[in-house]
């Protein structure tokens, strides 16, 4: 069974970072791109990043561009999302989601196996 399972989550102050992780299990994480998106209150769920499935390929939303960045290890089975300079209007519940083949999109049209989710908060 595919399973997603977010962490590195937590509070941390505006100017702060954080690492995110996202480990995959129940298939090869390889065939997969990764999509990273994020849902704070009151808002709909916006894509922040993806990487494809290589790794060769890699887009970000142009809030975060300069600051996030999206990695993968693929032997194992985890991908990352660095986040540096962190700002108030970062904090979300930030969730992956996996997309069959190479073609990374911001949307989440195609992700069809998602994670749970882990809460990013940024205040003072």
């Known amino acids: 069974q595919l399973q997603l399972v977010e962490s590195g989550g937590g509070l941390v102050q505006p100017g702060g970072s954080l690492r995110l992780s996202c480990a995959a299990s129940?298939?090869?994480?390889?065939?997969?791109?990764i999509g990273w998106f994020r849902q704070a209150p009151g808002k709909e769920r916006e894509g922040v990043s993806c990487?494809?499935?290589?790794?060769?390929?890699?887009k970000y939303a142009d809030s975060v561009a300069g600051r996030f960045t999206v990695s993968r290890d693929n032997a194992k089975n985890t991908v990352y999302l660095q986040m540096n300079s962190l700002k108030p209007e970062d904090t979300a519940v930030y969730y992956c989601?996996?997309?069959?083949?190479?073609?990374?999109?911001?949307?989440?049209?195609?992700?069809?196996?998602w994670g749970q989710g882990t809460q990013v908060t940024v205040s003072s």
């Open positions: 129940g298939f090869t994480l390889g065939d997969y791109t």
């Open positions: 990487i494809n499935n290589s790794g060769r390929v890699t």
């Open positions: 989601a996996a997309r069959v083949g190479f073609v990374c999109v911001m949307g989440p049209q195609g992700y069809n196996d």
